[in-house]
């Protein structure tokens, strides 16, 4: 019975199996969490403490409910083009590749099939139109930015529900055009929905709420617009990825707190959200990463400390203490565990357990589901930060990528699918009888 310590909690870990808990709050509300790894030790019996259930949390039930996948190197399969993999599987290959790597193209490069990639000017959709400062501009791109991306999978149109999606890069990097245009191509062909991406505004240049400011707008577009042009949605997502899942997170409870009538959040999925600009959660050391260590080192952020080093940014997005309309960093519209998180949408959350955000996912859901909130969390042994843009395999010649990104992927659509299957029969249910 191998314990893997996270702060308090002791999540038992049953080799070879994904394991599903269960939390059920009163009547309707749950959350799942899901670990996943790859040897085959059966462990039986295993519990949360009573202590780490939120009081008001009626049963606890623990469920082996299916085997991990094949492994991408079987004793029978011909070595991998590279030769010298020391027998290492594709989860270790692509952790390797991932902790030496220098440019970052080890996530995902092609679209998936079907999908349709549409690229809208801020002319056309009235989002802010901004540009890079020097320092920042790696291209003549950097200096016409705003541009928004539509992911429309085969036979979507007006009336799918929608899907916001909030891209990361530590609301420093990164735009819908950049590397995102296959991670929201493959959450489109998933979940059969139109995914709109948007480039909000970035620090240094803008400071927050500039990035909050500009997905109210982006939110209040995609409701009056959808593939097909003006049409008003029948539902709308949100979702997003590292700062861009804290930022549809931070929307959501914005949305919560200064209601839309009629435009409600219809739910969120996110991956590796940031939900705690202060860094001081508990991975942030336990989950740091060491040469040559174990499966839950992080091979993404490598600095000795990786809170301090993330400060920095943190500050030119908030502002430095020091200077005059600066935010703390727990500013609860941001650093979204910092607020209250009763009456949220429902909410589900991917995370990897080798990552130094993961108290991020983990203390936002804990929280979440003391106050009410339905949230589902998922989290996945041995993957990385945002790990679900890395299905093909970290740019290696692999016979089999790693199957966790494509099955945490796969959730993601499951999710999105069954809510808006209930948010279509509520609907039903609300309309008057002729």
């Keep these: 019975h191998e314990q893997d310590s996270f702060g308090s909690r002791d999540f038992g870990v049953a080799k070879g199996w994904k394991r599903s808990f269960r939390l059920q709050m009163g009547m309707s509300k749950t959350v799942l969490v899901t670990c996943q790894v790859e040897e ?14 939120p009081a008001d949390a009626s049963t606890v039930e623990s469920e082996i409910v299916a085997k991990s996948p094949k492994s991408a190197k079987d004793e029978n399969d011909d070595e991998y083009d590279e030769g010298e993999d020391d027998g290492l599987d594709a989860v270790s290959l692509c952790r390797n590749a991932i902790a030496q790597s220098e440019t970052g193209e080890e996530v995902d490069q092609t679209l998936a099939p079907g999908v349709t990639i549409i690229t809208l000017a801020p002319s056309e959709t009235g989002f802010p139109a901004w540009q890079r400062c020097e320092e920042y501009v790696e291209s003549e791109a950097d200096l016409d930015r705003g541009y ?8 979507a149109d007006n009336s799918c529900p929608r899907i916001l999606y909030c891209h990361g890069g530590g609301y420093e990097m990164h735009s819908p055009q950049s590397i995102y245009q296959p991670a929201t191509s493959r959450l489109a062909a998933v979940s059969g929905m139109p995914v709109l991406a948007f480039d909000y505004r970035k620090c240094p240049e803008f400071k927050h709420p500039a990035q909050l400011d500009d997905a109210t707008q982006a939110y209040n577009w995609i409701w009056e617009n959808g593939p097909e042009g003006p049409g ?3 539902a709308v997502f949100l979702a997003g990825d590292s700062a861009g899942g804290g930022l549809a997170l931070a929307l959501a409870v914005k949305l919560r707190d200064e209601p839309i009538e009629g435009r409600e959040v219809a739910g969120v999925t996110v991956v590796s959200p940031e939900t705690d600009l202060t860094c001081s959660g508990e991975s942030y050391t336990s989950r740091r990463w060491v040469e040559g260590g174990e499966d839950h080192c992080d091979p993404m952020f490598k600095e000795d ?5 993330s400060m920095p940014t943190v500050y030119s997005l908030l502002g430095h203490p020091e200077e005059e309309d600066s935010y703390h960093p727990t500013e609860a519209y941001l650093s979204v565990l910092h607020h209250d998180l009763h009456d949220l949408p429902p909410v589900q959350i991917q995370v990897g357990d080798a990552e ?9 859901a804990e929280k ?4 009410g909130s339905p949230v589902e969390l998922e989290v996945w042994p041995r993957m990385w930060h945002t790990f679900t843009q890395f299905t093909e395999g970290c740019g290696l010649a692999l016979d089999e990528p790693p199957q966790e990104p494509e099955q945490a992927l796969q959730l993601q659509g499951e999710f999105l699918m069954r809510i808006a299957q209930d948010w279509e029969c509520e609907a039903e249910v609300e309309e008057p009888q002729s």
């Design 40 to 53: 085959q030790t059966y462990v039986a019996d295993s519990k949360i403490g009573e202590e780490e259930t």
């Design 368 to 371: 979440a589901i003391a106050a």
């Design 305 to 309: 400390d990786p809170a301090e080093a």
């Design 356 to 364: 130094v955000m993961l108290s991020d996912s983990v203390d936002f």
């Design 148 to 155: 928004a991306d539509w992911a429309i999978p085969e036979g």
């Design 232 to 234: 008003l949605a029948t």
